[in-house]
């Protein structure tokens, strides 16, 4: 799915109310059938299009996704032209910004500007036949000059939309395979030192390794698929905590808060666990209450902590992560390490 799904929808509305106005003003002629027909068709269009680029995204759909994604840009630039004509305001000019916006994610950067280009000319084509000696008019020349400041925003705003959803997969990345790597390495250092004393501990905690390994793979595919399946926050954590031996605690609701809600929390959960494990003891507590007005996590060790200064990647990503929910982070280090996280219930989804 492409970032900031309500672009499309945002514009399409602006340009109803504005080319709406105008034309039932007085101000312009709209010819209502086309104009309000070809709006709707362009936010339907663009729901199609964001799940189209997400099966390409995901290779489960070979070539075949590539080629549709090219047929709807031109369905759409085609419809942003009716829409265009039938509004009497001429606001509608600023749905062309949709076209090399979505061709971004579809096709990259060079594609992007070189599409925003081809508009650009498209409309010096359109107002040199449909308005003669246009080019003596500063409002036609504002015009012209402004699209060509929004086509360079819409780049810049598609790279920021990109560089915001490659950050949150690397913190997804970094959470889930670091943790089960910690895991493994953990486990397989007990299955070596257990292996002359006790082939049975050897034996399960290799067997402990494989399913951190396996459930490692499923986190890759479950970021790179965006969690699209229900998510269950307690059943995550007893598989999560499951291979160590932690102790789960959970209670509350958690029906009553948003999937990346649940998410985060999760992914404070998996930090927790991998900071405790390295610098930790061996007994780590979880706990996650899910009351009516915030949800509470907190993970508990009892080893010898770490210095505050030396938080690394994985905590800062964390703090990011919940902030984003309009939640709080707190570590403290003394006989053991605590963190905890509360997130607010009504928090953005």
Same mark, same amino acid.
């Given at each position: 799915?492409?970032?900031? &799904?309500?672009l ?18 007085g101000?312009? #002629? ?15 269009? $663009? ?8 099966s390409?995204? !995901?290779?489960? /759909? ?6 549709r994604?090219?047929?709807?840009? /031109?369905?759409q ?28 994610? /579809? ?8 599409? +925003? ?9 359109a ?33 920021? /939309?990109a560089?915001? @959803? ?11 395979? +670091? ?9 397989l250092?007990?299955?070596?030192a ?10 399960r ?13 499923? $986190? ?9 399946? &229900? ?15 932690? $102790? ?22 998996? #930090? ?18 899910c009351? &009516?007005? #915030?949800?509470r ?5 009892? +080893?010898?902590?770490?210095a505050? @200064? !030396?938080e ?17 982070v ?12 509360v ?7």
């Amino acid at each position: 799915m492409r970032p900031l &799904p309500w672009l499309s929808p945002l514009l399409c509305g602006v340009v109803l109310a504005v080319g709406g106005y105008a034309g039932l003003s007085g101000l312009g #002629e709209a010819r209502w059938v086309p104009f309000v027909g070809g709006l709707v068709a362009l936010v339907a269009l $663009d729901a199609v299009g964001s799940r189209w680029a997400g099966s390409w995204e !995901r290779g489960s /759909a070979g070539v075949g996704p590539r080629w549709r994604l090219v047929g709807l840009t /031109a369905v759409q630039a085609g419809l942003v032209v009716v829409v265009a004509f039938a509004d009497g305001s001429g606001m509608a000019r600023v749905l062309f910004l949709l076209v090399p916006f979505g061709v971004y994610f /579809a096709f990259g950067r060079v594609v992007a500007v070189g599409v +925003g280009v081809a508009v650009m000319a498209f409309l010096v084509v359109a107002f040199q036949v449909t308005v003669p000696g246009w080019t003596r008019s500063v409002g036609h020349v504002s015009d012209l000059v402004m699209f060509g400041i929004g086509v360079v925003l819409a780049v810049v705003m598609a790279e920021m /939309a990109a560089a915001g @959803e490659r950050n949150r997969v690397a913190r997804d990345v970094h959470d889930g395979i +670091g943790h089960h790597l910690t895991a493994v390495s953990v486990l397989l250092e007990k299955a070596v030192a257990f292996r002359q004393q006790d082939a049975e501990v050897a034996d399960r905690a290799i067997e402990d390794a494989r399913q951190s390994a396996r459930q490692a793979l499923e $986190d890759v595919r479950t970021s790179v698929r965006a969690l699209r399946e &229900p998510f269950r926050l307690g059943d995550a954590l007893v598989r999560l905590t499951g291979p160590l031996g932690a $102790d789960v605690t959970c209670t509350g609701d958690e029906s009553r808060y948003a999937t990346n809600v649940l998410l985060a929390l999760y992914r404070a959960a998996q #930090e927790g666990i991998t900071n405790a494990v390295r610098h930790g003891g061996p007994d780590v507590t979880v706990t996650v209450h899910c009351g &009516p007005r #915030e949800a509470r996590l907190a993970v508990i060790d009892n +080893g010898s902590g770490f210095a505050p @200064e !030396r938080e690394g990647f994985g905590l800062r990503g964390l703090r990011e992560r919940i902030a984003q929910v309009g939640g709080t982070v707190d570590v403290t280090c003394g006989a053991g390490t605590r963190l905890t996280v509360v997130v607010p219930r009504r928090a953005a989804a």
